[in-house]
C-alpha cells in the first residue's frame, strides 16, 4: 500500500478547532515508571504496560467489542507486575500503580501552550481513549480548565482512536469541519495522527524527544517540539 503524502494546510489567523489526545501528549507518564520501581518492579515495564494497553483495546475496539481503558490497565498491571520480586502484596502493587496513572499532572509545555491558544481564540478539546475525567482532572489541577472547550472520550461514543469514527464522532459533537484546516488532531503518537489524517483533519506532531516519524504513517500537517511554539505555527 502506498500512502500519499498530504500537503500541508495554508495557515491563517482564523480561529481552528483542536482536539488534543491526553495521555502522553499532555500528561508526563514518569511517576508511573517511580510506581513500577517503587513496588520492586523495573522502571521498563511502565512503557511496555503502557503498550500493552493500548494493543488490548485496539484488539478489542476492532472487533467491535467493548474496550474501557482504566479496565484493560488494571488487568495488565497485574499481568506486568507478576513475575517481579515486589515489596508488597500484588493487590497492592497492582494499586500503587493505578493510582500513579490516576494522578499523573501535565508536561510542563501544555498550561502555557493552552492559555496561549486560547487567547488566540482557537476552540481546544481533549479526546481520549480513556475516561475525560482525567484530563479534566488535570486541566483544572493546572489552572487552565477555563481554556477548554470541552473534554471528549470516545467511551460510549466510537470505537477507540485511530478508528475514523472516532474523529469523525468528535467533529459531530462539537460541530467541527474537517477542511481547509478547520479542524487538527494534536498528539505524539504517529498512530494517532494517522488515524485523524485519514478522517480528514490537518495533524500537529508533538516531538519533545527528538524522535524520527515512522514513514509508513501519513505525516504530519505540522510538528511541533512542543505545545508553546503551536500557537505561533497555526498563525
Same mark, same amino acid.
Given at each position: ?11 491563517? /489567523? ?12 499532555? !500528561? ?6 517511580? +510506581? ?9 515495564? +511502565?512503557?511496555? $504496560? ?25 488487568? /495488565? ?19 500503587? #500503580? ?5 494522578? #499523573?499532572?501535565?508536561?510542563?509545555? @501544555? +498550561? ?41 472520550? @470516545?467511551?460510549?461514543? !466510537?470505537? $477507540? *482512536? ?17 477542511? !481547509? ?9 504517529? $498512530? ?5 489524517? /485519514?478522517?480528514?483533519?490537518?495533524? #500537529? $506532531?508533538? /516531538?519533545? !524527544? ?21 500557537? *505561533?505555527?497555526?498563525?
Amino acid at each position: 500500500m502506498t500512502l500519499e503524502y498530504r500537503k500541508p494546510v495554508e495557515m491563517t /489567523n482564523a480561529p481552528v478547532t483542536l482536539f488534543f489526545d491526553v495521555n502522553e501528549t499532555l !500528561s508526563d507518564l514518569s511517576p508511573v515508571a517511580d +510506581a513500577f520501581e517503587a513496588v520492586g518492579a523495573t522502571r521498563d515495564r +511502565a512503557a511496555s $504496560w503502557f503498550a500493552s494497553i493500548l494493543r488490548d483495546g485496539f484488539a478489542l475496539t476492532s472487533t467491535d467489542s467493548e474496550a474501557r481503558f482504566l479496565d484493560i490497565a488494571t488487568v /495488565n498491571a497485574r499481568d506486568a507486575l507478576g513475575s517481579s520480586p515486589l515489596t508488597m502484596p500484588l493487590d497492592d502493587a497492582v494499586d500503587a #500503580v493505578i493510582t500513579a496513572f490516576s494522578s #499523573v499532572q501535565l508536561h510542563e509545555d @501544555v +498550561a502555557p501552550g493552552f492559555r496561549s491558544l486560547a487567547d488566540a481564540g482557537h476552540r481546544l478539546f481533549t479526546l481520549s481513549n480513556g475516561p475525560a475525567s482525567n484530563a479534566e482532572r488535570m486541566l483544572t489541577g493546572a489552572g487552565v480548565a477555563d481554556a477548554m472547550a470541552g473534554f471528549l472520550s @470516545v467511551e460510549g461514543h !466510537s470505537p $477507540w *482512536k485511530p478508528a475514523r469514527a472516532a474523529y469523525e464522532g468528535a467533529l459531530t459533537r462539537t460541530g467541527a469541519g474537517a477542511t !481547509s484546516g478547520d479542524a487538527f488532531l494534536v498528539a505524539v503518537h504517529p $498512530w494517532d495522527i494517522h488515524g485523524a489524517a /485519514n478522517a480528514g483533519l490537518s495533524t #500537529v $506532531w508533538v /516531538n519533545r !524527544s527528538g524522535a524520527h516519524y515512522p514513514e509508513h504513517f501519513t505525516p504530519p500537517t505540522l510538528t511541533v517540539e512542543t505545545l508553546s511554539e503551536l500557537h *505561533k505555527r497555526l498563525a
